[in-house]
């Protein structure tokens, strides 16, 4: 059974280390906000992501690949979000110097509700509970099991990868003390955002 779940294992590994919308979003609130205050949208993104395979797999799967009006909407809604979420990165705002001559931080405004919505509409997760349910749940008795114990392997693996994500960017603020480079940082996360997230529509 662990050698059967070895290629998911790795599978959930390489589409929760490399970058997407969640990833970039993530590392920019650990940047902005520290990487305590960004755990639960850590927390919130990856039972989201682990929700959505379990929502695919037990049968809402079937119903995207023939319905392409739905697929359609969804990516529509998607992107725009997305996009949204990335011109408001682009024009945040940036701590003000304080008299240590750091910047303060903005409010943290994302939590764990915050962390799964933005799975809903992200198109990289979609297609990723769709081939995890196409490939390693195939239709038979037992895939209702087996599709719960994917989203759950999944969480368990998505948790220290976007926690890594999030560490990134805490590091990252160390280098940007000054408003000036936060704002800049901000606005290359907000292009690589856009980017990353036509790319996953357009794949």
Do not use: Y
Not at 22 to 27: A, D, G
Not at 120 to 134: G, S, Y
Not at 139 to 149: F, Y
């Amino acid at each position: 059974m662990l050698m059967e779940l070895l290629p998911f294992t790795l599978f959930a590994l390489a589409a929760s280390i490399t970058p997407g919308p969640t990833n970039v979003l993530i590392m920019a609130s650990g940047s902005r906000h520290g990487l305590r205050s960004t755990l639960p949208l850590v927390v919130g993104a990856c039972m989201g992501a682990a929700g959505l395979v379990l929502v695919v797999g037990l049968g809402l799967g079937q119903l995207l690949p023939r319905d392409g009006l739905v697929r359609q909407l969804l990516a529509g809604i998607s992107i725009v979000w997305l996009s949204w979420l990335a011109w408001q990165l682009f024009t945040s705002p940036v701590g003000e110097p304080v008299a240590d001559g750091s910047a303060a931080r903005p409010k943290r405004l994302a939590g764990p509700l915050s962390g799964a919505g933005l799975q809903l509409f992200n198109p990289k997760t979609w297609l990723m509970a769709l081939a995890v349910t196409n490939v390693f749940a195939p239709a038979g008795p037992e895939r209702a099991s087996m599709v719960m114990l994917l989203a759950l392997i999944f969480l368990l693996v998505a948790l220290p990868c976007l926690g890594f994500w999030a560490w990134l960017g805490a590091r990252a603020s160390r280098w940007l003390g000054s408003p000036g480079r936060m704002r800049r940082f901000n606005r290359i996360m907000a292009v690589i955002l856009l980017v990353s997230s036509w790319l996953a529509l357009l794949s």
